[in-house]
């Protein structure tokens, strides 16, 4: 099987079995063309994606189902990091990349000419790339040559991640790399305010906000099953049960939110989904590991009384939404991405995220009408979260950016 477009040939590092591996069973590599009329076909591509991946691969979840259900005239496939180059099942696709050490799950793609090959084996019609790095870069090559656009979303604020674990002095190249891949984007997607002005600091113009949705029937109060939640953890039947679910990274600060519990003091107890994995805690603090099945995730939370989130510089905090909908108020920062979720009506602002700020905005929260904190949390997310205006909304934009790109010549495969 060999292209029949020149361009493609000096960038094609894939051998001939990843090639055949590419195909899909029906001998196509990808979904119909466009012809006008008719719809168009999307790739997303992206390194974070893995079997405990978080809100990315949610993210790309959810856009999937929604299309399937909802824009069935385009076609949509996943290129993301994996063991080996092919096809794994309709519609995904991985490239063969080297697993991180510690990097629970998570492959690191060392060849843009690899992946940009793939991408053009695939035939887009718009590229959608969640990251700068070996899979954002192959987009926006594969993008060039093909004459088609490619969006960049912006699911990390890497500038401020490379101070925190590295140091300050990582910070500023940090930015210039991080500004640089940005401003080669035809378009670039914010999920929050926060995110753009960042963005706008970087020099990068095409930017438009899109807020992340959540799933309304997944996460729902009545998944909840507080009395079984406090039977499997052995917590008395009055604790008052915070949450968290995320990665154990630095920047997610657990270690606050376990201060600020051992401040607190009974009846406050700590769930931590994911995120206490291999950590020695005191024992108002339970550690649940990482929930694969997501109705499983959704019932944890929906068992707990709030939400807790110490992340001052979050993009946007997909799972503050996701515990919205699952009927609980939220103690966050009045900072970054979770700042802007958040107000008195569905929760409660801290003013920092150090162990006793936020056992003063935990304990203000209780002091409240809890009940009616968890029936506005979950209106909230109903009426402004859902996937339908997140989606909607993207796919106008891809509309768009194709209205503004000229045809390129269609080219095809030939056996």
Same mark, same amino acid.
């Given at each position: 099987?060999?292209?029949d477009?020149r361009?493609v040939?000096?960038?094609f590092?894939?051998?001939t079995?990843?090639?055949e #591996?590419?195909?899909a069973?029906?001998?196509?590599?990808?979904?119909?063309?466009?012809? %006008?009329?008719?719809?168009?076909?999307l790739? !997303?591509?992206?390194?974070?994606?893995a079997p405990?991946s %978080?809100?990315?691969k949610?993210y790309l979840?959810?856009k999937?189902?929604w299309?399937?259900r909802?824009r069935? !005239?385009?076609?949509?496939?996943?290129?993301v990091?994996?063991r080996k180059? $092919?096809?794994?099942?309709p519609?995904?696709?991985t490239?063969?990349?080297?697993k991180?050490?510690?990097?629970?799950?998570y492959?690191?793609?060392?060849?843009?000419?690899?992946?940009?090959?793939?991408?053009?084996?695939?035939?887009?019609?718009?590229i959608e790339? $969640?990251?700068?790095f070996?899979?954002?870069?192959?987009?926006q090559?594969? %993008?060039?040559d093909?004459?088609?656009?490619?969006v960049?979303?912006?699911h990390?604020?890497?500038?401020?991640?490379?101070?925190?674990h590295?140091?300050d002095?990582?910070?500023?190249?940090?930015?210039?790399?991080?500004a640089?891949?940005?401003?080669?984007?035809?378009h670039?997607?914010a999920?929050?305010?926060?995110?753009?002005?960042?963005?706008?600091?970087?020099?990068?113009?095409?930017?438009?906000?899109?807020?992340?949705?959540?799933?309304l029937?997944?996460f729902?109060?009545?998944?909840?099953?507080?009395?079984a939640?406090l039977?499997?953890?052995?917590f008395?039947s009055?604790s008052?049960?915070?949450?968290?679910?995320g990665?154990?990274?630095?920047?997610?600060?657990?270690d606050a939110?376990?201060?600020?519990v051992?401040l607190? %003091?009974?009846?406050?107890?700590?769930v931590?989904i994911?995120?206490?994995?291999?950590t020695?805690?005191?024992?108002r603090?339970?550690?649940?590991d990482?929930e694969?099945?997501?109705?499983k995730l959704? $019932?944890?939370i929906a068992?707990?009384d709030?939400?807790i989130?110490?992340?001052?510089?979050?993009?946007f905090g997909?799972?503050v939404?996701e +515990?919205? +909908?699952a009927?609980l108020?939220?103690?966050?920062?009045?900072?970054?991405?979770?700042?802007?979720?958040?107000?008195?009506?569905? $929760?409660q602002? #801290?003013d920092?995220?150090?162990?006793?700020?936020?056992?003063? +905005?935990?304990? +203000?929260l209780?002091a409240r009408?809890? !009940?009616?904190?968890?029936?506005?949390?979950?209106?909230r997310a109903?009426?402004?979260? #859902?996937?339908?205006?997140?989606?909607?909304g993207l796919?106008?934009l891809?509309?768009?950016?194709?209205a503004?790109?000229?045809?390129?010549?269609?080219?095809?495969?030939?056996?």
């Amino acid at each position: 099987m060999d292209f029949d477009h020149r361009r493609v040939e000096p960038v094609f590092d894939v051998s001939t079995t990843e090639r055949e #591996s590419l195909a899909a069973p029906n001998g196509d590599a990808t979904p119909a063309r466009s012809d %006008g009329t008719r719809g168009f076909h999307l790739i !997303d591509t992206t390194m974070m994606y893995a079997p405990r991946s %978080g809100g990315v691969k949610r993210y790309l979840s959810a856009k999937r189902t929604w299309l399937e259900r909802r824009r069935p !005239d385009i076609g949509h496939t996943l290129v993301v990091p994996g063991r080996k180059t $092919g096809l794994q099942e309709p519609g995904l696709y991985t490239v063969s990349a080297t697993k991180l050490p510690f990097g629970d799950g998570y492959r690191m793609p060392a060849s843009p000419n690899k992946w940009a090959s793939v991408l053009h084996y695939l035939n887009p019609d718009i590229i959608e790339a $969640g990251d700068v790095f070996v899979p954002g870069h192959a987009a926006q090559d594969a %993008g060039q040559d093909l004459g088609v656009p490619v969006v960049g979303v912006c699911h990390t604020d890497a500038p401020t991640l490379a101070a925190l674990h590295l140091g300050d002095w990582a910070e500023q190249p940090t930015f210039n790399f991080w500004a640089q891949a940005y401003q080669r984007f035809d378009h670039v997607v914010a999920p929050s305010k926060h995110t753009a002005a960042r963005l706008a600091e970087a020099g990068v113009e095409r930017v438009s906000v899109h807020p992340l949705g959540v799933d309304l029937d997944l996460f729902h109060p009545a998944r909840g099953n507080r009395e079984a939640l406090l039977k499997r953890l052995d917590f008395p039947s009055d604790s008052r049960l915070l949450v968290f679910a995320g990665r154990p990274a630095r920047e997610k600060n657990i270690d606050a939110m376990v201060a600020a519990v051992e401040l607190l %003091g009974d009846p406050y107890r700590l769930v931590l989904i994911g995120a206490g994995k291999d950590t020695k805690y005191p024992s108002r603090v339970a550690c649940i590991d990482f929930e694969l099945e997501p109705e499983k995730l959704a $019932g944890v939370i929906a068992s707990c009384d709030a939400f807790i989130h110490a992340n001052e510089n979050e993009i946007f905090g997909l799972v503050v939404i996701e +515990a919205m +909908a699952a009927g609980l108020p939220v103690v966050g920062p009045n900072k970054g991405g979770v700042g802007e979720l958040l107000d008195d009506a569905v $929760g409660q602002l #801290s003013d920092g995220v150090d162990p006793a700020s936020l056992a003063a +905005a935990v304990e +203000a929260l209780f002091a409240r009408d809890l !009940d009616a904190l968890k029936l506005a949390a979950r209106r909230r997310a109903e009426t402004r979260h #859902s996937w339908d205006h997140t989606f909607e909304g993207l796919t106008r934009l891809y509309t768009q950016l194709l209205a503004r790109t000229p045809r390129r010549s269609p080219w095809r495969l030939s056996a």
